[in-house]
């Protein structure tokens, strides 16, 4: 009975699963798509955590197949989620530069695609950096406790705006939208500035660097320009889909220059997983910003930071 104990503990099953099987190689992929999922959109890294828990744990790197597709079914959970907002901004974004040649606010496609701009620069750049120094964990710690307590700094600062009711709503008329695919296109021009969106992106560009988290640092420098919770947060997944793409294309192309084998079961369990579990992650964090704040996140951080310091 000792035997069997020992053999189902959780260190012998996260070392069995570390083999080269077809059933391990799936198994990995349900685990690492829930940890995609789950990480991708809460601000807490989702790079920085799939890098600690391979590392950790002991498996082989997952390879660019499965990269390609937890990203993409992160990708396709935001474009499920946001499928009403994003045909509105689509349609609004034609009848939104006719306004804008007339003196009118720039409709919101066209600033989500200008906070696109500097983190495709910074990833063409530093793609090599990152790869290979941004996976020390020591980094990772470090990001994490350092972005965390900007994290915290900006969320007081939300709610200090919002207790003045002086915090900035750029998205309320989409928020506030109904769930129709008609509507006022012209309406979908966020407020936002030249200055927000270039913010927002040197935001992404930075979160590039594991352990920073790309939906923690738009939120926080959403807050820092005094927007309310919700409207950082939907800016944060809404400038993550062009980003998506463009990451989509560009893993795609790097694999077909490549001879890697591609275990297309392995992948479908990565995407799905990490579609459903990514889906579920919006809708209740955008649910919980309503009411509260970003301080269990910060707290979170900044113990996984000091544990990694400690261990690393």
């Known amino acids: 009975m000792t035997t069997i104990i020992l053999q189902l503990s959780p260190a012998t099953l996260v070392g069995d699963l570390a083999g080269s099987g077809p059933l391990a190689e799936a198994l990995r992929a349900l685990v690492l798509g829930v940890v995609q999922g789950l990480t991708e959109f809460l601000p807490i890294s989702s790079s920085g955590h799939l890098i600690l828990f391979s590392k950790f744990a002991g498996w082989p790197d997952q390879g660019l197949a499965f990269d390609i597709a ?135 560009a930075i979160a590039l660097v594991p352990g920073t988290s790309r939906s923690g640092a738009v939120m926080t420098a959403g807050l820092f320009r005094s927007f309310d919770r919700t409207s950082a947060a939907r800016l944060a997944f809404l400038m993550a889909i062009p980003v998506g793409i463009l990451v989509a294309a560009k893993n795609a192309i790097d694999l077909l220059a490549t001879s890697e084998s591609v275990a297309w079961g392995a992948m479908g369990i990565g995407f799905v997983s990490a579609a459903v579990c990514g889906y579920l992650v919006i809708a209740l964090l955008l649910e919980w910003l309503k009411h509260r704040g970003l301080g269990p996140f910060v707290l979170y951080r900044i113990a996984l930071g000091v544990a990694l310091l400690i261990l690393a």
């Open 70 to 204: 937890a990203n993409t079914g992160t990708l396709a959970a935001l474009v499920l989620y946001f499928r009403r907002d994003l045909l509105k901004i689509v349609r609004g974004g034609a009848a939104g530069l006719k306004a804008t040649s007339s003196g009118g606010e720039l409709p919101l496609l066209l600033w989500l695609l200008i906070a696109t701009v500097p983190v495709a620069a910074a990833g063409l750049l530093a793609a090599d950096w990152v790869a290979e120094e941004g996976r020390n964990p020591r980094l990772i710690a470090i990001t994490s406790i350092m972005f965390g307590i900007l994290l915290w700094i900006a969320d007081r600062k939300a709610k200090h705006a919002d207790s003045l009711e002086g915090a900035r709503s750029p998205l309320r008329a989409l928020s506030e939208s109904g769930d129709d695919d008609g509507g006022d296109e012209a309406s979908f021009r966020a407020r936002l500035s030249l200055k927000d969106a270039v913010a927002m992106g040197i935001a992404q």
